[in-house]
């Protein structure tokens, strides 16, 4: 809480949410995303919160305006980054009636950063669906002259019998797919690949042809560096001065994440924690491990050099006690975390 008090740029903040197979119980976490002082970018779990059933948009909003009020950081909220479902959408238009106004920077549109993650999935859903017959066909394919040790014994002799040179291996190569079609067409199985036929056609007829742009050109002709490191926020650390609105600016929207990937990180983390063996694992308790996982690894990796490490390595809870099978954690050892 200390740093978030003290850093001056703005919190952008991803929050999603997660059930436990083990628990069968809804957890809601929350990171703060900001660049300090030193200019790096850091990132902490400020809570992972147990919701009880119904997760509504209004039971989000609350949760998320007690993070935000308890840590102090709703007067310094940049953007808000969510997936996409409908309920995210009720919730945030409820959060910013809470918020006063030129608390928050932005409109809602930019204040609601959607998750470029989950977009790209639904574009690449909607993309297969429209090919969803074709691989159903491919796949029944496969799956009939994999069945038996009898059948790709047939399968490689006719690929044997007619000189393929190399199988279907999973690669995005233009003579894969008429490999597969030559041998398939000696069992009748050429039906199968009929709509990659049409495809190939029309790209071979140049209907779906790339056209090179201009990049393409500089590329291909190494007029541009390819790979070229660039540390933009040293750049604006060094030329502070020289623009120093712009500097300011560039902390607070540089910051910001455009997927909800770090909540998808701390779901994978947490569901190794509550393992089978652990599915009683207190709420409280897993909260308490999954932030001082968090914080500690910005410690041991110098996201926070000025603070002292045993300044987090004891935690102490007054409301936490043996009857809610809650254990206190004292004198952990950084180094083993």
Not at 24 to 36: L, N, P, Y
Not at 93 to 118: D, E, Q, Y
Not at 298 to 309: F, R, T
Request: charged share 25%; glycine share 4%; hydrophobic share 40%.
């Amino acid at each position: 809480m200390a740093i978030m008090e003290r850093i001056q740029s703005r919190v952008a903040v991803t929050t999603d949410m997660w059930t436990s197979t083990n628990q069968k119980r809804g957890f809601m976490v929350v990171t703060t995303h900001f660049i300090d002082d030193s200019w790096k970018l850091q990132s902490r779990i400020i809570r992972f919160i147990y919701l009880p059933c119904p997760h509504t948009a209004e039971v989000l909003c609350d949760a998320l305006m007690d993070t935000f009020l308890e840590w102090n950081i709703d007067r310094k909220l940049s953007t808000l980054t969510v997936d996409n479902c409908s309920t995210n959408d009720a919730m945030i238009s409820l959060l910013l009636k809470k918020f006063g106004n030129g608390v928050h920077l932005w409109t809602k549109s930019l204040f609601h950063v959607r998750c470029a993650a989950h977009i790209l999935n639904l574009i690449v859903k909607d993309g297969l669906e429209v090919i969803k017959a074709s691989i159903e066909k491919i796949r029944d394919s496969v799956a009939f002259w994999t069945a038996t040790p009898k059948r790709e014994e047939k399968f490689e002799d006719a690929v044997h019998q007619l000189h393929i040179t190399h199988e279907y291996q999973g690669k995005n190569n233009d003579s894969d797919g008429e490999s597969l079609n030559r041998a398939t067409s000696t069992f009748g199985g050429k039906d199968a690949l009929s709509d990659f036929d049409l495809f190939d056609s029309e790209r071979k007829k140049g209907k779906t042809s790339h056209v090179k742009s201009e990049l393409d050109h500089y590329l291909e002709e190494d007029v541009l560096p390819r790979n070229q490191e660039f540390d933009i926020l040293a750049w604006w650390k060094s030329n502070g001065l020289k623009y120093p609105t712009l500097q300011t600016i560039a902390r607070d929207v540089l910051s910001i994440p455009v997927s909800t990937v770090a909540s998808e990180s701390a779901f994978s983390t947490s569901g190794r924690v509550v393992s089978p063996n652990r599915s009683k694992l207190h709420p409280q308790t897993l909260e308490a491990l999954m932030c001082a996982q968090s914080w500690l690894f910005a410690i041991e990796n110098g996201g926070v050099p000025e603070m002292s490490a045993s300044r987090f390595a004891t935690m102490n809870d007054d409301d936490m006690d043996a009857d809610d099978g809650v254990s206190t954690i004292t004198n952990v050892d950084v180094s083993v975390l």
